[in-house]
């Protein structure tokens, strides 16, 4: 019988042994960003056999197969909520590797932003929100998070919602000024950015990029304040509006994008010779078309496309010879035709004016693929088929 008890035990060992190389393997593979080695090794696991030290690492490791550690996830939402889950109960049960599950972390929360662009892209605004609030309340320290939930709250005509995040962010002197960690990917050439230190640093390791850098994005003060102001003029609350501007200018004084934005707020406000002023005063002040083009960008990417537009009109009346401006207002134009709210008949509007933009961006860089691509496409809604089969020719 002793005889016996002593293999079951060393069995027993054995299998302990076995467990902790292949979790160690599995850990291997995650830090050197191979994420398809790190799936196999994690198949072979027995789980029926899985001994109760390791049971942290393996919901870890199991939330790394659902997101991935490396390149593009295409986890679903489903996919990506329950990985959450399974790093929260990895760490109620000890694993404890700090930078894997912040990088873990981040991936998953890249992943849903992403399902969430995807969704708004597709004018599905509610599911967009809901996705975004989630990982705003996952992450309440993150003020980016809560500045994104904000915008996709304004954007979705939650406008109480909107409100209220956007007067917590301005209450705690929020500027959306934020470190941007860049390193340029090898097989492209071209400069990319990561939402953190850690991912970018894990890129480099892993030899995929190299000359890592850093930078500061725009200051979001502008945008939070015009769509606060509108909102509450909108509400017929003007004197609250108001109030919302002169705080503002209190708490911001020397914020660039409230300065920028400021023509656009007294216009909104019917403030018509402030508008007049400080329209002359930014003209006069600012001969820069990069700064413009900057906040151009920043508006876009918040979806502030009459922003955007106003922007990119600056910058080309300042320098006319700039494909980016040209191309990016053309975007802007389509982006805002495509609105649920803009009508049909504004939509074609909007899309003539692109046109006209993307014609001068053609003329700046002739072999611009790209730009070929969408001419076609803005010809073939207003069924110019000479036009088509011109730029067809040159692809």
């Not at 700064?291 to 320098?319: F, H, M, P, R």
């Not at 008949?345 to 002739?366: R, W």
Request: charged share 25%; glycine share 4%; net charge negative.
């Amino acid at each position: 019988m002793k005889t016996k008890l002593t293999l079951l035990f060393l069995a027993v060992a054995c299998i302990a042994m076995a467990q902790k190389k292949e979790m160690k393997k599995i850990e291997k593979a995650i830090k050197a960003n191979d994420s398809s080695k790190a799936i196999e090794l994690f198949n072979s696991i027995d789980v029926s056999t899985l001994e109760p030290e390791y049971e942290g690492a393996y919901s870890f490791y199991k939330a790394v197969t659902l997101v991935g550690i490396s390149g593009e996830s295409n986890a679903s939402e489903q996919d990506v909520y329950e990985s959450f889950n399974l790093i929260e109960k990895a760490e109620k049960l000890g694993y404890d590797e700090k930078d894997l599950i912040a990088v873990l972390q981040s991936k998953a929360k890249i992943r849903l932003f992403s399902l969430a662009n995807e969704k708004l892209q597709s004018n599905d605004i509610e599911a967009a929100f809901t996705m975004v609030s989630y990982l705003s309340d996952k992450d309440p320290s993150n003020m980016g998070m809560y500045f994104d939930a904000a915008n996709m709250a304004y954007q979705a005509g939650k406008f109480e919602i909107a409100k209220e995040k956007y007067q917590n962010l301005l209450d705690k002197k929020y500027t959306g000024e934020q470190v941007a960690y860049l390193a340029l990917n090898k097989s492209t050439g071209q400069q990319e950015g990561f939402p953190s230190k850690i991912l970018r640093d894990l890129a480099i390791t892993s030899g995929s990029h190299a000359n890592p850098m850093e930078d500061r994005t725009s200051s979001q003060v502008g945008s939070m304040v015009t769509n606060l102001v509108w909102m509450h003029k909108n509400d017929g609350n003007e004197a609250r509006a108001t109030s919302v501007l002169e705080k503002a200018l209190k708490d911001f004084s020397n914020d660039q994008s409230l300065k920028f934005a400021l023509a656009d707020i007294y216009l909104i406000l019917e403030m018509i010779e402030e508008y007049k002023a400080a329209t002359k005063s930014l003209t006069e002040e600012v001969k820069d078309p990069k700064v413009y083009d900057k906040l151009a960008l920043a508006a876009l990417k918040t979806k502030d496309y009459d922003q955007a537009i106003n922007y990119y009109e600056t910058s080309i009346g300042l320098e006319p010879i700039n494909f980016v401006a040209q191309a990016n207002l053309g975007l802007s134009y389509i982006e805002k035709g495509n609105l649920e709210a803009t009508s049909a008949q504004d939509q074609l509007e909007l899309y003539k004016k692109a046109i006209a933009c993307y014609e001068k961006a053609l003329s700046i860089e002739a072999e611009n693929t790209l730009t070929i691509n969408t001419l076609i496409s803005l010809y073939g809604v207003f069924n110019m088929s000479d036009k088509v089969a011109e730029m067809k020719a040159k692809l």
